[in-house]
């Protein structure tokens, strides 16, 4: 069984990031980059899978810039067993990416595709859901655990107020969340090996696929800044300031 994990190259989840100033978006000049921490997870998850006689590819695919090359590379450390780019210095939006995706599962024939729930930058959440959709096959998002046996997933999902345990056949789409593994760190040894592992490259020309952005950002901005706090006196103080100033009483 081939499993197809795509790996976004995204912004490290401990950088502050800080918006432009003409608003037009997030700068990532000079910024750390990684991947995605949702797609390490799908990537142990299909690595663990192979290790246990289930997988027997790993492929892990990334859409983006040259660097996201580093992010195959990442994947292959951890155990992936090759790597495919799409390269582009497009802006992706998810339906595109759903779109490459879905031209490289008709050509890779994987049976299932596990990828991150979300992107920690755009906090999309519906590439998968678009993949599944488009493709056709049956979907499963937020997997806290997951079983592939006889052609068919069993998922345990996590929902609002506790856990919910479906099966769905294969081939199929399967999203990560935070608690369905550790991911491992990558050995030096490893970082060594994933070096020597076969990375391909296509273009979305290639894949016939127009990744023209659907949507258009109007403007990106701070958060508002939090004004100080101050200390009351008493009970009473913090009732005639909650309706007097808050007016939320
Ligand atoms: P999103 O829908 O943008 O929140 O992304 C959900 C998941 O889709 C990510 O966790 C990745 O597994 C995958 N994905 C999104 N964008 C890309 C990309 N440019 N390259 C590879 N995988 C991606």
């Given at each position: 069984?081939?499993?197809?994990?795509?790996?976004?190259?995204v912004v490290d989840y401990n950088v502050k990031v800080?918006?432009?100033?003409?608003?037009?978006?997030?700068?990532?000049?000079?910024?750390k980059?990684s991947m995605n921490p949702?797609?390490e997870?799908?990537?142990?998850?299909?690595?663990?899978?192979?290790?246990?006689?289930?997988?027997?590819?790993?492929?892990?695919?990334?859409?983006?810039?040259?660097?996201?090359?580093?992010?195959?590379?990442?994947?292959?450390?951890?155990?992936?067993?090759?790597?495919?780019?799409?390269?582009?210095?497009?802006?992706?939006?998810?339906?595109?990416?759903?779109?490459?995706?879905?031209?490289?599962?008709?050509?890779?024939?994987?049976?299932?595709?596990?990828?991150?729930?979300?992107?920690i930058d755009?906090?999309?959440?519906?590439?998968?859901?678009?993949?599944?959709?488009?493709?056709?096959?049956?979907?499963?998002?937020?997997?806290?655990?997951?079983?592939?046996?006889?052609?068919?997933?069993?998922?345990?999902?996590?929902?609002?107020?506790?856990?919910?345990?479906?099966?769905?056949?294969?081939?199929?789409?399967?999203?990560?969340?935070?608690?369905?593994?550790?991911?491992?760190?990558?050995?030096?040894?490893?970082?060594?090996?994933?070096?020597?592992?076969?990375?391909?490259?296509?273009?979305?020309?290639?894949?016939?696929?127009?990744?023209?952005?659907?949507?258009?950002?109007?403007?990106?901005?701070?958060?508002?800044?939090?004004?100080?706090?101050?200390?009351?006196?008493?009970?009473?103080?913090?009732?005639?300031?909650?309706?007097?100033?808050?007016?939320?009483?």
């Amino acid at each position: 069984m081939k499993i197809l994990v795509p790996v976004k190259r995204v912004v490290d989840y401990n950088v502050k990031v800080r918006v432009k100033a003409d608003g037009t978006g997030v700068d990532i000049a000079n910024v750390k980059m990684s991947m995605n921490p949702f797609d390490e997870i799908a990537i142990e998850e299909a690595v663990r899978l192979k290790e246990a006689g289930v997988a027997t590819e790993v492929l892990a695919v990334s859409a983006g810039v040259a660097g996201c090359q580093e992010t195959l590379r990442t994947a292959m450390a951890i155990g992936a067993d090759r790597g495919i780019l799409i390269e582009t210095d497009a802006e992706l939006q998810p339906l595109a990416v759903a779109k490459l995706l879905k031209a490289l599962c008709d050509k890779e024939q994987p049976q299932a595709v596990i990828c991150g729930k979300q992107a920690i930058d755009d906090d999309a959440n519906q590439t998968g859901q678009m993949l599944a959709a488009l493709l056709g096959w049956p979907q499963a998002t937020f997997a806290s655990k997951v079983v592939l046996a006889d052609g068919k997933a069993t998922v345990t999902r996590e929902v609002d107020g506790g856990l919910e345990t479906l099966e769905i056949a294969l081939p199929a789409v399967i999203t990560t969340d935070l608690r369905l593994n550790e991911p491992r760190y990558a050995t030096l040894p490893n970082i060594m090996k994933a070096k020597k592992k076969p990375l391909d490259t296509v273009t979305p020309d290639a894949l016939g696929v127009d990744v023209a952005p659907r949507l258009k950002t109007l403007k990106v901005a701070e958060p508002a800044k939090r004004s100080a706090g101050v200390k009351v006196a008493d009970v009473a103080d913090l009732v005639a300031k909650l309706k007097n100033e808050a007016k939320v009483i």
